[in-house]
């Protein structure tokens, strides 16, 4: 299995910003996949997270009401919609896929229940 983010970038205060996963070696339908956010000095923080099958979606405190994770199917794809960007928001962004047993409709929380991850991508806002 393989992850590839994409769609960081640079954004003022209050912009948005679309994050991708491409997925390969399986189907995102099938797994739950979620999305982390490590900022300098801090530990990865869980953001979001979407289900398999049912696409059923959480999201941290932190960031609800903001963002919206959401799912390709024909792109393999999962991404992370980020409105109203705040101060508060830069980091590396990761997606993640957990290792066994995946248990369908259940999205961990916990990112050592995640076994491949992809390389990030840095977002970074101004204010």
């Known amino acids: 299995a393989q992850l590839v983010e994409s769609g960081g970038g640079l954004v003022q205060a209050g912009g948005s910003l679309r994050l991708a996963c491409v997925a390969s070696?399986?189907?995102?339908?099938?797994?739950?996949i979620g999305w982390f956010r490590q900022a300098p000095g801090k530990e990865r923080e869980g953001l979001s997270c979407?289900?398999?099958?049912?696409?059923?979606?959480d999201y941290a405190d932190s960031v609800k009401g903001r963002f919206t994770v959401s799912r390709g199917n024909a792109q393999n794809t999962v991404y992370l919609q980020m409105d109203s960007l705040e101060p508060e928001d830069p980091g590396v962004y990761f997606c993640?896929?957990?290792?066994?047993?995946?248990?369908?409709?259940?999205?961990?929380?916990?990112?050592?229940?995640?076994?491949?991850w992809g390389q990030g991508t840095q977002v970074t806002v101004s204010s």
């Open positions: 993640a896929l957990p290792g066994p047993p995946i248990r369908i409709g259940v999205c961990p929380k916990m990112a050592s229940a995640y076994q491949y």
């Open positions: 070696g399986f189907t995102v339908e099938k797994y739950p």
């Open positions: 979407i289900s398999s099958f049912d696409g059923a979606t």
